[in-house]
Structure formats: structure tokens, C-alpha cells
């Protein structure tokens, strides 16, 4: 196990049956609350970002990591938030999680053509969401250069529905 991912797992904490029976919450408070492991997972993800225009955040726990490896890498922070939150013209893509379903969206004038971009996240469980932003940034006219994450939950298969992308995740459990 590398230093980082020992750091990391360190610092998430199991929480069982939340939000719903028989889901196991990676809870990555704890981790955020210590500044040698978030700041060592902020450089790491921004290393990821060598070339990208811009990186896409997801709604909530995404844009605790997207918008700081934004801000590290130079590029600019695009965020994909639940439907209904955002103020302009909007992009939607519907999925289903874990634990329920929502809708995304994200401004239709988010990105130049081209744009190259990296979208980042905190767990990749199902896979739903990660593919759901990836239709979107498409849709809108960028790149997907790839995808990261801090945690992979390997059982759940996420990887299976992200096979035409880059995916790095920090740690897989
Ligand atoms: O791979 P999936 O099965 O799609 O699950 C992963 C997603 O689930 C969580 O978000 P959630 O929708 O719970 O929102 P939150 O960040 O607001 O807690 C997590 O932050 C990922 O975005
Ligand atoms: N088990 C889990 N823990 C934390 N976030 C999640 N998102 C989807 N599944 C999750």
C-alpha cells in the first residue's frame, strides 16, 4: 500500500445502513478535516489536470475536491450541479446511484469548443453519475481528457459503464 493510499483510507470512515439498509457511507469528512491528507489528495488529482482547460466538479461532495484541483492545476472549475440549481440555460442528463436517481445539469455556455476537461469526484459507486457528466460534457462541447476520483468501490462495477474514458481513482476498495 502507498503512503497516500494509507493516509486516505486512514481517513474514511465506514458508516453502515446510511442513507439507506444495507448501504456501506464512505464518509471522507474525517479526510478533508486533516490538511496533510486532503492537501495530498488535492496534489495528486491535479496532477491529472496537466493540460486541461477545465475541471468538472459534481454536486455536493465533488466540488469539495474539484474546485481546490482546479485552483492547483490553473484551469477553471466547471460545476454539474442537481437539477434546478443553476440560474442559466442548462444541459440534463437523468441516472441512476447507488441509493436513488436524480437529474444533473450543467450550463449549456460552460465550455469553449474543445475544451479539454477532467471531471472529478469523491467515490465512483455504480458508475450513474460519472456517466451521466461524461454525456453531458460531451454534449456541451468539450473534451473528456478523464475522470477521477478519490474512492472506487470496486463491487459495485462503476469501471464496466466508464470504458471510453481515463479513470484514475486514488484508492480502490
Ligand atoms: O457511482 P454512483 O453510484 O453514481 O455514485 C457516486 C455518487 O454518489 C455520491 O453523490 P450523491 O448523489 O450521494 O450526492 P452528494 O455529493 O450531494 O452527497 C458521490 O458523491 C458520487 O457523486
Ligand atoms: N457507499 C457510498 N459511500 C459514499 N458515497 C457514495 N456514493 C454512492 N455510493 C456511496
Given at each position: 500500500?502507498?503512503?497516500?493510499?494509507?493516509?486516505?483510507?486512514?481517513?474514511?470512515?465506514?458508516?453502515?445502513?446510511?442513507?439507506?439498509?444495507?448501504?456501506?457511507?464512505?464518509?471522507?469528512?474525517?479526510?478533508?478535516?486533516?490538511?496533510?491528507?486532503?492537501?495530498?489528495?488535492?496534489?495528486?488529482?491535479?496532477?491529472?489536470?496537466?493540460?486541461?482547460?477545465?475541471?468538472?466538479?459534481?454536486?455536493?461532495?465533488?466540488?469539495?475536491?474539484a474546485?481546490?484541483?482546479?485552483?492547483?492545476?490553473?484551469?477553471?472549475?466547471?460545476?454539474?450541479?442537481?437539477?434546478?440549481?443553476?440560474?442559466?440555460?442548462?444541459?440534463?442528463?437523468?441516472y441512476?446511484?447507488?441509493?436513488g436517481?436524480?437529474?444533473?445539469?450543467?450550463?449549456?455556455?460552460?465550455?469553449?469548443?474543445?475544451?479539454?476537461?477532467?471531471?472529478?469526484?469523491?467515490?465512483?459507486?455504480?458508475?450513474?453519475t460519472?456517466?451521466?457528466?461524461?454525456?453531458?460534457v460531451?454534449?456541451?462541447?468539450?473534451e473528456?481528457?478523464?475522470?477521477?476520483?478519490?474512492?472506487?468501490?470496486?463491487?459495485?462495477?462503476g469501471?464496466?459503464?466508464?470504458?471510453?474514458?481515463?479513470?484514475?481513482?486514488l484508492v480502490?476498495?
Open positions: 500500500m502507498t503512503e497516500l493510499s494509507k493516509l486516505i483510507l486512514d481517513r474514511i470512515r465506514d458508516v453502515p445502513d446510511y442513507p439507506k439498509p444495507g448501504v456501506l457511507f464512505k464518509d471522507i469528512t474525517p479526510l478533508l478535516a486533516d490538511h496533510e491528507a486532503f492537501s495530498a489528495v488535492v496534489e495528486e488529482l491535479a496532477r491529472l489536470c496537466q493540460g486541461c482547460d477545465k475541471v468538472v466538479g459534481i454536486e455536493a461532495r465533488g466540488f469539495i475536491l474546485a481546490p484541483v482546479a485552483f492547483r492545476a490553473g484551469a477553471g472549475f466547471v460545476p454539474v450541479r442537481k437539477k434546478g440549481k443553476l440560474p442559466a440555460e442548462t444541459f440534463e442528463a437523468s441512476d446511484l447507488e441509493y436517481s436524480a437529474v444533473i445539469e450543467v450550463h449549456r455556455d460552460a465550455f469553449a469548443p474543445g475544451d479539454r476537461v477532467l471531471i472529478v469526484d469523491d467515490v465512483l459507486a455504480t458508475g450513474g460519472a456517466r451521466a457528466t461524461i454525456e453531458l460531451r454534449g456541451a462541447g468539450a473528456v481528457v478523464g475522470a477521477a476520483v478519490l474512492m472506487e468501490l470496486a463491487f459495485l462495477r469501471r464496466e459503464k466508464l470504458d471510453d474514458v481515463d479513470l484514475r481513482s480502490i476498495v
